[in-house]
């Protein structure tokens, strides 16, 4: 053998044998005991707090250097209890040493078993935490500030303080039944984490490992607990502060009775990377999935160290919001219409920073309808909005209550609806109470209560708890309506008013939408001012205040001719037959030239004093009123015959004859009370001095109430709202 390769063998095997003395004399003669006072007294200068190490310390060499540790507590922070803020049952550590000889750390399986961290906040913002992390991160920029080689050569005395981080290799992380205490007083939120286990794969700066965690979430005040698992690869750039991770897999699985269901389940995944160093962020292939919707997106931002701002795009594929119900086991609400909440979707890019984001190119989709625009929020506490928003077309009917069980499975028109559960409600105002709102939004088409409105815009205004709409104009019924409204909510008891005009707007189309009638057709303009108050509708109309008018032009009444109907109570009083020629039928009508009047409200109570009818051959004026609340009208309308009147007209020519309408508003009785006008013509005569026989009146009066064909219920006769007999 050549003797220098003898030389070097022989130097070799000394080294070992001395390596194994040295092991043996460290386990015999070295006890790690004796210097834990110095080991507490190093942590407590790490981290600021006072340190007990209460189980042994043990050293081990096969098949690496190894240390374990025993129970060990960190003293909480003056104020917040006896009971520290961490504690530990045991911990395992493995190192190897002939890598140190190059200056390079690595570590076997480090354990942490039964950690427990009661994490603590005052209402005052004080922590039970302070002071602790600055210490460690401030210790771990440090150490990272070490890892280059130019480093090391430009500062060596800090050599011997620590090695470098980008040197550190582990072979796994393993915590076991960890628990984390989360008590906030300062938001009033409580959590707690049990169970938590966290494992990693082989640790080393500049290579990605799997990471895996899982535990049970609970918020004891709600009685909720979510179980969490997730898993991950991640790759870390300690020197850089750069981390990036890819197959980012997050399952939750929340359980409580205020759940839907009692349980749900919710899937996450993404890729991204953060630099810490440079501040900057970015989320990839963001997908959230559950209860049959699936939501996707991506983010990406800078300013972690100074301004945060970000940017990205959120979308939701089309998806049934009735079936995400039912998989939410939430009852889907009985619509109108069996098609309403079948399909729904969302697209928008985004941009903002830590106090506000602005979404911009809105894409929404919601049946048949479809939204464009951009909403901004800001201050995300008490939300601050401000949209500028496009409808193309929306059927508010179709998301209404249905009138009855068959119709809900039926595309059939209501034709009923409401009742006392609708009567009772209470109006739902906590919104103007939650949010600030300035926004425009334009409608296309819109359909409530089964009125048509085209080319809606309105100006909506939300400040402190009051809404405004000034103005909200729209075509209607080929005419304009140009309306201001508010919602006052600031106090307990909610105030509403609506004030603005509808010019030229074609009443019969209208009215059949309204009312399945067309009582009237004729163009005219309406003027309204009212105000209300209360949380139900019925407190609405018996506080109802302000005043309404009404002025139409050129026109008719169907369902009656009023001529006819006066000559009908003439023929009646003298005794002759007038069912031959009816005056009430869906083929009469009342051509008029002006129709007008003004009318008050006070508390629910409609009254006017001035209505006017002019026809072709006779004058009208109404005076009376309308019980709002209980729907019933109680009003005269005098129809006067002018003295020249001739053809069947002749004999009621100079009186004024009272026709009475009582009942409902779109269905009342109706009374001619052709008595009364002979009764007041005879008495002008007699101070006219004119004459009028004694026999003639008599002849009229007498006759008794019952036997007049013209005193009848609306379905009989008169109707001024559907014009049948």
């Given at each position: 053998?050549n003797?220098?390769?003898?030389?070097?063998?022989?130097?070799?095997?000394?080294?070992?044998?001395l390596?194994?003395?040295?092991?043996?004399?460290?386990?015999?003669?070295f006890n790690?005991?004796d210097?834990?006072?110095?080991?507490?007294?190093?942590?407590?200068?790490e981290?600021g707090?006072?340190?007990?190490?209460?189980?042994?310390?043990?050293?081990?060499?096969?098949?690496?250097?190894?240390?374990?540790?025993?129970?060990v507590t960190?003293?909480?922070?003056?104020?917040?209890?006896?009971?520290?803020?961490?504690?530990?049952?045991?911990?395992?550590?493995?190192?190897?040493?002939?890598?140190?000889l190059?200056?390079?750390?690595r570590?076997?399986?480090l354990s942490?078993?039964?950690l427990?961290?009661r994490?603590e906040?005052?209402?005052?913002?004080?922590?039970?935490?302070?002071?602790?992390?600055?210490?460690?991160?401030?210790?771990?920029?440090?150490?990272?500030?070490?890892?280059?080689?130019?480093?090391?050569?430009?500062?060596?005395?800090?050599?011997?303080e620590?090695?470098?981080?980008?040197?550190?290799?582990?072979?796994?992380?393993?915590?076991?039944?960890?628990?984390?205490?989360?008590?906030?007083?300062a938001s009033?939120?409580?959590?707690?984490?049990?169970?938590?286990?966290?494992?990693?794969?082989?640790?080393?700066?500049?290579?990605?490992f799997?990471l895996?965690?899982?535990?049970?979430?609970?918020r004891?005040?709600?009685?909720i607990?979510?179980?969490?698992n997730v898993?991950?690869?991640?790759?870390?750039?300690?020197?850089?502060?750069?981390?990036?991770?890819?197959?980012?897999?997050?399952?939750?699985?929340?359980?409580?009775a205020s759940?839907?269901?009692?349980?749900?389940?919710?899937?996450?995944?993404?890729?991204?990377?953060?630099?810490?160093?440079?501040?900057?962020?970015?989320?990839?292939?963001?997908?959230?999935?559950?209860?049959?919707?699936?939501?996707k997106?991506?983010?990406?931002?800078?300013?972690?160290?100074?301004?945060?701002?970000?940017?990205?795009?959120l979308t939701?594929?089309?998806?049934?919001p009735?079936?995400?119900m039912?998989?939410?086991?939430?009852?889907?609400?009985?619509?109108?219409?069996?098609?309403?909440?079948?399909?729904?979707?969302?697209d928008?890019?985004?941009?903002?920073?830590?106090k506000?984001?602005?979404?911009?190119?809105?894409?929404a989709?919601?049946?048949?309808?479809?939204?464009?625009g951009?909403?901004?929020?800001d201050?995300?506490?008490?939300?601050?909005?401000?949209?500028?928003?496009?409808?193309?077309?929306?059927?508010?009917?179709?998301?209404?209550?249905?009138?009855?069980?068959?119709?809900?499975?039926?595309?059939?028109?209501?034709?009923?609806?409401?009742?006392?559960?609708?009567?009772?409600?209470?109006?739902?105002?906590?919104?103007?109470?939650?949010?600030?709102?300035?926004?425009?939004?334009?409608?296309?088409?819109?359909t409530?209560a089964?009125?048509?409105v085209?080319?809606?815009?309105?100006?909506?205004?939300i400040?402190?708890?009051?809404?405004?709409?000034?103005p909200?104009t729209?075509d209607?019924?080929?005419?304009?309506?140009d309306?201001?409204?508010?919602?006052?909510a600031?106090?307990d008891?909610?105030?509403?008013?609506?004030?603005g005009?509808a010019?030229q707007?074609?009443?019969?189309?209208?009215?059949?939408?309204?009312?399945?009638r067309?009582?009237?057709?004729?163009?005219?303009d309406?003027?309204l001012?009212?105000?209300a108050?209360?949380?139900?509708v019925?407190?609405l109309k018996?506080?109802?205040?302000?005043?309404?008018?009404?002025?139409?032009g050129?026109?008719?009444?169907h369902?009656?001719?009023l001529?006819?109907?006066?000559?009908?109570?003439?023929?009646?009083?003298?005794?002759?037959?007038?069912?031959?020629?009816?005056?009430?039928?869906?083929?009469?009508?009342?051509?008029?030239?002006?129709?007008?009047?003004?009318?008050?409200?006070?508390?629910?109570?409609?009254?006017?004093?001035?209505?006017?009818?002019i026809?072709?051959?006779?004058?009208?004026?109404?005076?009376?009123?309308y019980?709002i609340?209980?729907?019933h009208?109680?009003?005269?309308?005098?129809?006067?015959?002018?003295?020249?009147s001739?053809?069947q007209?002749t004999?009621?020519?100079?009186?004024?004859?009272?026709?009475?309408?009582?009942?409902?508003?779109?269905?009342?009785?109706?009374?001619?009370?052709?008595?009364?006008?002979?009764?007041?013509?005879?008495?002008?005569?007699?101070?006219a001095?004119?004459?009028?026989?004694k026999?003639?009146?008599?002849a009229?009066?007498?006759?008794?109430?019952?036997?007049?064909?013209?005193?009848?219920?609306?379905?009989?006769?008169l109707?001024?709202?559907?014009g049948?007999?």
């Open positions: 053998m003797r220098w390769l003898r030389i070097v063998l022989g130097v070799g095997a000394a080294a070992v044998v390596y194994g003395m040295a092991l043996a004399g460290l386990l015999l003669w790690p005991n210097y834990k006072p110095r080991i507490k007294a190093a942590i407590e200068r981290i707090r006072q340190v007990t190490i209460d189980g042994p310390i043990r050293l081990s060499i096969f098949p690496s250097l190894g240390i374990e540790l025993g129970r960190v003293a909480n922070a003056p104020g917040f209890g006896k009971q520290p803020i961490a504690e530990l049952d045991s911990a395992d550590a493995r190192i190897r040493l002939l890598p140190l190059v200056d390079r750390i570590v076997g399986t942490l078993n039964g427990h961290l994490l906040r005052h209402a005052d913002g004080r922590s039970s935490w302070h002071g602790v992390v600055e210490n460690l991160i401030h210790r771990g920029r440090q150490a990272a500030g070490q890892s280059s080689s130019a480093q090391r050569s430009q500062h060596k005395g800090a050599q011997s620590g090695r470098p981080l980008s040197s550190l290799r582990i072979g796994s992380i393993k915590i076991n039944n960890a628990e984390v205490d989360w008590d906030d007083a009033n939120t409580q959590y707690q984490f049990k169970s938590l286990a966290l494992d990693t794969g082989r640790l080393s700066d500049g290579h990605p799997r895996e965690f899982s535990g049970d979430l609970l004891p005040s709600d009685h607990s979510a179980n969490i898993v991950s690869s991640i790759e870390p750039h300690l020197a850089d502060r750069f981390y990036r991770f890819t197959d980012l897999g997050v399952n939750i699985l929340i359980q409580g759940i839907p269901g009692g349980e749900q389940e919710a899937n996450i995944s993404a890729a991204g990377e953060i630099d810490l160093h440079a501040g900057r962020f970015s989320l990839d292939n963001i997908t959230l999935q559950s209860a049959g919707a699936t939501l997106g991506k983010i990406a931002g800078d300013g972690l160290n100074s301004r945060l701002s970000y940017n990205g795009r939701i594929p089309t998806f049934s009735r079936s995400a039912q998989q939410l086991e939430i009852r889907p609400a009985r619509t109108r219409s069996h098609t309403a909440l079948t399909s729904a979707s969302f928008a890019q985004f941009e903002g920073g830590a506000s984001v602005l979404f911009k190119q809105i894409n989709s919601l049946d048949e309808s479809k939204l464009s951009t909403a901004r929020i201050y995300f506490k008490r939300p601050s909005l401000i949209v500028d928003l496009d409808l193309d077309q929306l059927n508010v009917d179709d998301y209404l209550p249905p009138a009855s069980a068959r119709q809900a499975q039926t595309s059939e028109p209501p034709k009923t609806g409401g009742g006392d559960p609708q009567k009772n409600a209470e109006f739902n105002l906590a919104a103007l109470r939650d949010v600030e709102l300035d926004g425009h939004v334009r409608i296309g088409a819109l409530i089964n009125v048509h085209g080319h809606a815009a309105m100006h909506m205004k400040h402190q708890d009051r809404l405004d709409i000034a909200l729209a209607l019924y080929g005419g304009r309506l309306l201001t409204g508010s919602v006052d600031s106090s008891t909610p105030r509403f008013a609506l004030a005009s010019v707007i074609d009443l019969q189309p209208l009215m059949k939408d309204v009312a399945e067309e009582p009237v057709s004729a163009r005219g309406a003027r001012d009212v105000r108050h209360g949380k139900q019925a407190q018996r506080s109802l205040t302000g005043q309404f008018s009404l002025a139409l050129e026109g008719s009444i369902g009656v001719n001529a006819n109907l006066l000559e009908a109570a003439r023929a009646a009083q003298d005794g002759g037959d007038n069912s031959k020629t009816s005056a009430i039928e869906p083929g009469q009508s009342t051509a008029f030239s002006r129709l007008d009047g003004h009318f008050h409200v006070h508390d629910g109570l409609m009254s006017g004093d001035d209505l006017t009818l026809t072709p051959h006779l004058t009208a004026h109404g005076a009376g009123r019980d609340p209980n729907n009208l109680d009003y005269t309308i005098r129809v006067d015959v002018p003295g020249d001739g053809g007209l004999k009621l020519a100079g009186l004024s004859i009272p026709l009475r309408l009582q009942g409902p508003l779109l269905a009342p009785h109706y009374t001619v009370d052709l008595k009364a006008a002979l009764k007041s013509a005879a008495g002008d005569k007699s101070k001095g004119a004459g009028v026989s026999q003639e009146v008599d009229n009066l007498n006759q008794p109430a019952d036997d007049n064909p013209l005193d009848k219920k609306a379905g009989d006769g109707s001024i709202s559907s049948k007999p």
